[in-house]
């Protein structure tokens, strides 16, 4: 049987959330509204009509849930700053309220023995700034830099680890391409200028925090997924290729200083011929302490010519016979083994923490408790993965379990769980999973 002890004494266990997801008090305390907020009130964006202006109550419920995290025997606590909410306009006057409020947090975290890993963006785009073109606007990495370095010179003495993006190839491409996140934009344009101007955020995000706080340990976070062909077949091949470009590449190499993977993807490479919008490249690159890789499924891919661009299209897990989470995302130990290894062979990575993974689950309250034996199964599976690959002598230094509890999944709404912890939305009452019992008991190995 698998154990935490298994891993070394120095190896680090948490627990990771995001501002959006569970803070609620959406429009109180002098927050300005973000872009999830607009969003969440167009109508057929969130499934059943859901927002996240109460969400899970962290912002009243703060202290309880910090420490049900220390309950749960976890040593660290990743939470992200709301950029509307410190700024409200995205730049210019501070809200003094949301200043206090995260200085809470963290002080709660530092009294209960927890490491707080504090996350810059994590998809909380002020609406002032969204209305001046967004990430799609080469001034948004001015407000950016802003943003990071207040956060920066107001926290850095306390918190010394950060996380600057959170799955920028998430945000730009659900956001700014395909349309179904927030904002709702579209297009290979919108996306491309999000792309770029996210891939300089990231680095410049970086050197703000090595110049601003003394001893930081720096990192960002890229989701990925292992992406393997339907066939053997050339077109099939070829097709994985391309999504590979996209969805593991995109954002990794320009931090490393290899630019964008333009010559394996012709689309890429004339698009930073002809737009004029593709300039600060020398500010790509950053030299992190450490990657956070966040891993939910592998994606099989089928080459189709009459998809645009990348001429391929995914073969869900169903389709396929293999089994799933809720959210239809296919569950393999293998592949997570798989992605790791593959981030792991560039060079210039540092060491890899796991900043996020988990699975959602049709999870149901029965008195009071929830038996959601699917994940502790899907936690074996992954954590024995990753334990193979600490082995083989690959510097993983850390894993972080998503998420605390059931929250605003995104467009999903309050439909997809996730949660170590149940929560009623309707009153808030948190009840501890079996796979938060199962969590606990193993980090207590």
């Known amino acids: 049987m698998i154990k935490a002890s298994d891993f070394g004494p120095d190896f680090l266990w948490g627990v990771a959330v995001a501002a959006t997801q569970i803070e609620g008090a959406a429009d109180s305390y002098g927050k300005g509204p973000s872009i999830w907020d607009t969003f969440s009130k167009r109508s057929g964006k969130i499934k059943k009509g859901h927002h996240p202006a109460t969400a899970c109550d962290f912002y009243h419920q703060y202290q309880s849930d910090i420490r049900l995290v220390k309950t749960l025997g976890f040593k660290i606590f990743r939470f992200s700053i709301s950029w509307p909410r410190v700024l409200p306009f995205g730049k210019g006057p501070v809200n003094k309220e949301g200043i206090r409020f995260y200085h809470d947090v963290i002080d709660e975290c530092l009294a209960n023995g927890l490491v707080p890993y504090v996350t810059l963006y994590h998809w909380d785009l002020p609406e002032a700034l969204e209305r001046e073109g967004g990430w799609t606007a080469f001034s948004i990495n001015h407000a950016f830099n802003e943003f990071t370095t207040l956060c920066a010179r107001t926290y850095g003495d306390k918190v010394k680890n950060w996380i600057v993006l959170n799955e920028p190839f998430g945000f730009t491409s659900l956001g700014y391409m395909l349309g179904i996140h927030a904002p709702g934009q579209t297009g290979l344009t919108s996306f491309f200028s999000a792309v770029h101007h996210a891939a300089i955020a990231q680095a410049d995000g970086g050197r703000i925090l090595r110049s ?188 972080m379990a998503w998420t605390l509890m059931d929250n605003f999944e995104w467009a999903e709404g309050f439909n997809a769980r996730f949660g170590l912890v149940y929560n009623d939305f309707k009153t808030q009452q948190r009840t501890i999973k079996d796979s938060g019992y199962w969590f606990q008991e193993f980090l207590k190995s």
């Open 212 to 399: 601003e706080v003394p001893g930081a340990n720096i990192g960002t976070s890229f989701s990925c997924s292992e992406v393997v062909p339907y066939t053997q077949s050339e077109a099939d091949v070829m097709a994985a290729s391309r999504f590979d470009c996209l969805m593991n590449r995109l954002f990794i190499e320009p931090a490393l200083g290899m630019g964008y993977p333009e010559t394996d993807w012709d689309v890429m490479e004339k698009f930073t011929i002809q737009h004029s919008t593709w300039r600060h490249t020398g500010r790509l690159s950053f030299d992190f302490d450490f990657i956070g890789l966040q891993n939910y499924f592998p994606i099989t891919v089928k080459y189709n010519p009459f998809v645009p661009i990348l001429q391929a299209w995914e073969v869900k897990a169903k389709s396929r016979k293999k089994p799933h989470t809720a959210m239809g995302w296919e569950i393999n130990a293998d592949s997570f083994y798989n992605i790791i290894k593959q981030f792991a062979a560039y060079p210039n990575i540092k060491n890899i923490m796991i900043t996020e993974n988990g699975a959602a689950c049709h999870d149901k309250l029965t008195g009071n408790c929830v038996q959601d034996t699917e994940r502790i199964e899907y936690f074996r599976l992954y954590l024995g993965a990753l334990l193979k690959i600490k082995q083989e002598g690959i510097n993983v230094t850390g894993y």
